[in-house]
């Protein structure tokens, strides 16, 4: 599932992501040698064997995957939900999309719409016929793209699936995407008494980076000792984007870190 969080307080942008990726194995149990007694009429009936219906068991994939990127040096998008989409993990199609569009680099707003094609276009490849046959509320993709325009700090939320969403955020503040359960049990305790909520306005940036690891950190630790399998976990990515030096890493895990260094030369 994931949890990122993306803060704009009056110094930059910061942006957080756990590392921990969840996948799906469908079980079927068997029962053999089986006994059915008729209720009514009290007789047997004997079968060998008798399948179960199939059923989706969670389990912890990773805890190291890429969830937090930089796109062309300026901006910063981090992913949740599908992590793989028709073969590849979103970091990899992140940056083909970076790529195709290196030589001519598309504003935030523009970048949003570029983002929604692309991955549109692969989930049809996963699932053909998604546009008719899925739910309406069916987003398996989302994505925060941070970045500044004319100086102002800028996060777009966006929701792929059926009918795909782009929300913006332009407003000093915080934006979570993922699993938001236990960050949204905190933010209610802001709004039954106003002296308890977050001031984002009066955040320094190591400030925000400690917020936004503390919240990450403190859902992967409410999920080890809650009855659900972990959807949040791992080393937390953390990344600054300010107007004057673009994206920059704030901490990252050490084999991104060397991919990206051989990438450069």
């Not at 989930?123 to 398996?140: H, R, T, V």
Request: aromatic share 10%; hydrophobic share 40%; charged share 25%.
């Amino acid at each position: 599932m994931s949890l990122v969080v993306s803060l704009r307080v009056p110094d930059g942008i910061v942006v957080c992501a756990d590392s921990l990726s969840t996948a799906r194995t469908n079980v079927q149990m068997v029962l053999e040698d089986l006994q059915i007694k008729c209720p009514e009429c009290g007789s047997s009936i004997e079968k060998d064997r008798l399948k179960l219906p199939v059923v989706p068991i969670p389990f912890s994939a990773s805890s190291f995957t890429q969830k937090l990127v930089p796109l062309f040096e300026r901006y910063s998008i981090a992913s949740f939900g599908l992590g793989i989409i028709y073969g590849r993990s979103a970091m990899y199609h992140l940056r083909l999309l970076e790529m195709e569009h290196q030589e001519n680099i598309p504003k935030l707003e523009e970048l949003t719409d570029k983002l929604v094609s692309y991955f549109e276009s692969h989930l049809e490849s996963q699932f053909p016929g998604y546009k008719e046959k899925a739910p309406e509320d069916w987003f398996p993709i989302g994505f925060h793209l941070n970045g500044y325009e004319d100086q102002h700090p800028r996060t777009y939320e966006i929701f792929v699936g059926k009918k795909s969403i782009i929300r913006k955020h332009e407003l000093i503040g915080c934006t979570i995407g993922g699993d938001m359960t236990v960050v949204q049990k905190l933010w209610e305790i802001g709004k039954k008494d106003s002296g308890l909520q977050f001031k984002y306005g009066l955040l320094s940036l190591q400030d925000a980076v400690d917020l936004g690891t503390y919240l990450i950190e403190t859902t992967s630790s409410f999920q080890r000792f809650a009855n659900v399998v972990p959807t949040v976990g791992g080393a937390v990515d953390v990344a600054l984007v300010t107007p004057f030096d673009g994206f920059r890493w704030i901490r990252e895990k050490s084999l991104s870190t060397m991919v990206q260094r051989r990438e450069e030369r």
